[in-house]
């Protein structure tokens, strides 16, 4: 498995079953590779179902000159979260795509001479922008998906490039033989959606209860409805703190959001017992500084006693209670627009 993987032991892909081996299976022969992106989230496989169908729906469907521009905001949304793993893996993407100038000048901060308005609009995504009406859930959802994946990586993995090699041109553009075939695809919308039938037992009691609601921006749209789901599992991480202790992580990410700029000091969290300032500070962290989250305040929360599930489930609320806020304010805008 990749050594990139911290604070978990992932289900190493020769392992996997159920529903692990059938994302395993998809993203393989989809996306063409799988790596610490699924490795990171095996220990709950309702959390990885629902990131790669949202990622699937969203930036894998429509064919390939739509996933190009997909594939900008990705790289855009990794620049941005200084999240170097997504930067060298989607550099190699679009080099596969014959985009090689593209993605070493995005790789690098510069400004595009292509693609520059689509650069722009992951800085303030809406539900209108530089692409098809008919394309915006794709869009939205590709800069949802990646605004919670790069934070999942720096929590849960070294943040490295995949492969030493793609960290030069020349390394990107080898490693990009390896998922040409894939990039070419047409895939059928929404082929992934059956994978979020799959819950198990404990949370098929919390599902009546879950915010299952599709946003507006995404319509009917398969990628709507990965992405409500995304957020429903996500929200089950919120059981592993207090109430209190929660409402300060919620309160901290409402605050510091529009100032984000990364590093940030995580406060108003002080206040609380110690042992529920520990969770808290690690879902804060996840959601607004999650690179400078250490092994040692991760285990200083386990315990010794907190399930590799449990990891996964908190990181995923603090980063999804920063996504979320990310597309609401999407929402807002489309309201403004109207």
């Known amino acids: 498995m990749p050594p990139s993987i911290r604070h978990i032991t992932p289900v190493d892909p020769g392992d996997a079953e159920g529903v692990i081996a059938e994302v395993y299976r998809q993203a393989r022969a989809e996306l063409g590779a799988v790596g610490a992106t699924f490795a990171m989230l095996t220990p709950s496989p309702e959390t990885l179902a629902a990131m ?76 209108v922008g530089p692409f098809e009406a008919e394309a915006a859930p794709r869009f939205i959802g590709t800069l949802l998906a990646f605004e919670f994946i790069t934070r999942m990586v720096k929590v849960m993995a070294t943040n490295a490039p995949p492969h030493p090699s793609m960290s030069t041109r020349l390394g990107r553009s080898v490693a990009s033989r390896m998922v040409r075939n894939a990039v070419g695809l047409r895939l059928e919308p929404g082929s992934s959606l059956a994978l979020l039938e799959d819950r198990p037992a404990w949370l098929e009691e919390l599902w009546p209860g879950l915010d299952l609601t599709v946003p507006a921006w995404a319509g009917d749209s398969p990628s709507g409805r990965a992405y409500a789901q995304l957020r429903a599992v996500a929200s089950c991480g919120r059981g592993l703190l207090s109430e209190r202790a929660a409402r300060a992580v919620e309160a901290t990410v409402d605050r510091e959001l529009g100032l984000l700029s990364w590093p940030v000091e995580i406060e108003g969290l002080d206040g609380l017992p110690a042992r529920a300032a520990l969770g808290a500070r690690v879902a804060a962290k996840a959601a607004l500084d999650p690179g400078s989250l250490t092994d040692r305040e991760v285990e200083d929360w386990r315990g010794g006693e907190i399930s590799d599930h449990c990891v996964v489930m908190l990181a995923s609320f603090g980063a999804m209670s920063a996504v979320d806020r990310i597309q609401a304010e999407c929402e807002q805008l489309g309201a403004v627009d109207a």
């Open 52 to 127: 790669w169908s949202l990622l699937r729906e969203s930036l894998l469907v429509g064919g390939p000159e739509e996933r190009a521009a997909k594939e900008v905001v990705a790289l855009s949304v990794a620049v941005k979260n200084s999240c170097r793993f997504c930067v060298d893996a989607h550099s190699v993407l679009l080099h596969a795509l014959g985009e090689q100038e593209l993605a070493d000048t995005l790789s690098e901060g510069r400004r595009p001479r292509t693609h520059a308005e689509l650069v722009d609009w992951t800085e303030r995504p809406g539900p």
